[in-house]
């Protein structure tokens, strides 16, 4: 059995991990899923003053209340922003990292310094609306849902920078799966898949929105077990 912590992107929760995190139960391994503080069904914990550190110690405090060692620890998107940092705090904890459509930061640098939320309004100035499950590419089928089941989001998280040692380097399997099915072929996390490519990292691609892991359920769980 192996033991997986998955963190969601922007706007989304635990709920969008659901099919994969079934493929994988079933399977019999332990799955983690935490949802952000302020977002999903934690939105009732929205404020202002959520940021990146905040949404990096959600995870950092689940691996150490649940007391967790050698796991394989996915991001998608924005979660890549979470990931990156608590990879960094963490390293001789974690088995694998997994960067799924996922920013890849340098230290010091924020989401907003990598590619500005285009699609998002901001509600009294600091509320990040999300963008559309359309702009990113979602199945038709799921759309309706995934428009249903996105939060807004306090904009710090996005502004943010995150404070990184180099200390990834340690973690042995690094990978990224880049999705190209959407942005009309151009996705906007092709640059962080390139550099995955020049750090030696495993490297792929697959033709699907940007919410993979609701897209291609299995080909994602088939990733994170060869990530073990």
């Not at 691609?205 to 077990?225: K, S």
Request: glycine share 10%; with cysteine; aromatic share 8%.
């Amino acid at each position: 059995m192996a033991t997986f912590v998955l963190v969601h992107g922007a706007w989304h929760g635990s709920w969008c991990w659901k099919r994969v995190r079934r493929n994988l139960q079933q399977q019999g391994h332990e799955v983690f899923t935490p949802t952000l503080t302020g977002i999903g069904e934690r939105s009732h914990l929205l404020a202002k003053s959520v940021d990146l550190n905040t949404q990096t110690l959600d995870v950092l405090n689940l691996i150490r209340w649940e007391e967790l060692s050698d796991f394989v620890l996915c991001g998608h998107s924005y979660g890549g922003m979470v990931i990156s940092g608590v990879a960094d705090r963490i390293p001789e904890r974690i088995r694998s990292v997994v960067f799924l459509d996922a920013f890849v930061p340098e230290n010091g640098q924020s989401l907003m310094d990598l590619a500005p939320p285009s699609g998002g309004e901001l509600i009294d100035g600091w509320q990040s609306v999300p963008i559309s499950a359309t702009d990113f590419g979602v199945n038709p089928a799921d759309r309706e849902w995934v428009d249903r089941q996105c939060t807004v989001q306090s904009i710090a998280c996005f502004q943010q920078p995150v404070q990184l040692t180099g200390a990834i380097a340690r973690i042995k399997r690094v990978s990224y799966l880049l999705a190209t099915g959407w942005a009309g072929g151009h996705s906007p996390f092709r640059p962080f898949y390139e550099k995955a490519r020049s750090r030696g990292w495993q490297a792929g691609e697959i033709d699907c929105g940007h919410d993979v892991m609701l897209d291609r359920p299995e080909e994602v769980t088939q990733l994170l077990l060869r990530s073990l």
